[in-house]
């Protein structure tokens, strides 16, 4: 028990331990106990890295959107074009969200409802951050020339929340449906969203996925 405390990862086991027992328990049943049998430590480790059962919740959720924004950012220095780094953002920060929870009997919305002004609040942050990556994006594209957008600010945050609506916030993944659907239809939607940004010229017919 000592050895697994010490560890410089204990904190990413902590974490671990809540997406497990969020699936088994969600947040209502699960307690500090069930996370520290999880982890194999005490009940006062995981005390000395979150204050409560909470931030513990809203830690794993931030893990999540961290992730995603590493990506983002991977994607963005990339050698792509400008228009197909903003389509893979699109698409992955969907897809990311869907396999985080896919395993969640229920949406999040239900599942974390008891921290549910705290968590649209840290929600809010996590869509930002996204938008700051693809924001970015589009100002080198509308430099560039190869996008139309002279609004990149606004054009950013009108990309992430049209794609929001295949978030497993308030569908399940079992609801959402199967990965590939879900693929599909983010797809479609970025391909819609890109082809608006496209000097008209420059608008193909069709897209290579």
């Not at 697994?4 to 331990?17: S, T």
């Not at 929600?123 to 100002?139: C, M, N, P, S, Y």
Request: aromatic share 6%.
């Amino acid at each position: 028990m000592r050895q697994i405390a010490r560890r410089e990862d204990i904190r990413e086991l902590i974490l671990d331990a809540v997406d497990v027992l969020l699936a088994k328990f969600g947040y209502k049943k699960m307690t500090m106990e069930d996370v520290a049998r999880q982890v194999g430590i005490g009940k006062g480790t995981i005390y000395l890295h979150f204050p409560g059962k909470e931030e513990l919740i809203l830690s794993h959720i931030d893990r999540i959107a961290e992730r995603i924004v590493a990506k983002l950012r991977e994607i963005a220095a990339s050698s792509d074009s400008p228009d197909r780094r903003i389509r893979k953002m699109l698409v992955h920060r969907v897809l990311f969200r869907f396999d985080s929870v896919a395993h969640y009997s229920q949406n999040l919305s239900d599942l974390l409802s008891s921290v549910r002004t705290a968590l649209l609040t840290r929600r809010e942050g996590h869509f930002e951050k996204e938008a700051a990556v693809i924001e970015d994006i589009l100002r080198e594209g509308a430099r560039l020339g190869s996008l139309e957008c002279p609004d990149p600010r606004t054009t950013s945050f009108v990309l992430i929340q049209s794609t929001n609506s295949l978030l497993p916030f308030s569908l399940s993944a079992r609801e959402l449906g199967r990965r590939e659907e879900v693929e599909d239809q983010v797809a479609r939607i970025a391909d819609l969203l890109i082809k608006g940004l496209l000097p008209c010229p420059s608008r193909p017919a069709s897209w290579t996925r």
